[in-house]
């Protein structure tokens, strides 16, 4: 059952809202009316974004080669030292 409440039965009603909270159960808390925040419990949060964040790490994993196909080799010449009017320009 959806349980809204205001913000104080945090203070005020604490043990309530932990039942609440433990059976599985969301609570929804607002501030002079409006919604502020939700109170769950780490099982729920966990059980939610899980997926959520291992798909997140999977896409942060990086790929060797990945740009093989894409970038044309560079040639050999990108490794020559550049002129001295360039460095000049540059301040080195």
Do not use: C, H
Not at 22 to 40: I, Q, R, W
Not at 56 to 84: A, H, M, N, T, W
């Amino acid at each position: 059952m959806i349980q809204i409440r205001p913000v104080s039965d945090l203070r005020n009603k604490f043990p309530e809202i932990e039942k609440a909270v433990s059976g599985g159960n969301p609570v929804f808390l607002t501030k002079n009316g409006y919604g502020a925040m939700v109170v769950m419990s780490l099982e729920k949060y966990t059980e939610l974004t899980d997926d959520v964040i291992q798909e997140q790490q999977k896409s942060q994993k990086r790929q060797l080669g990945f740009l093989k196909d894409i970038v044309p080799p560079l040639p050999d010449s990108f490794f020559d030292p550049l002129p001295e009017e360039d460095l000049q320009a540059w301040g080195l």
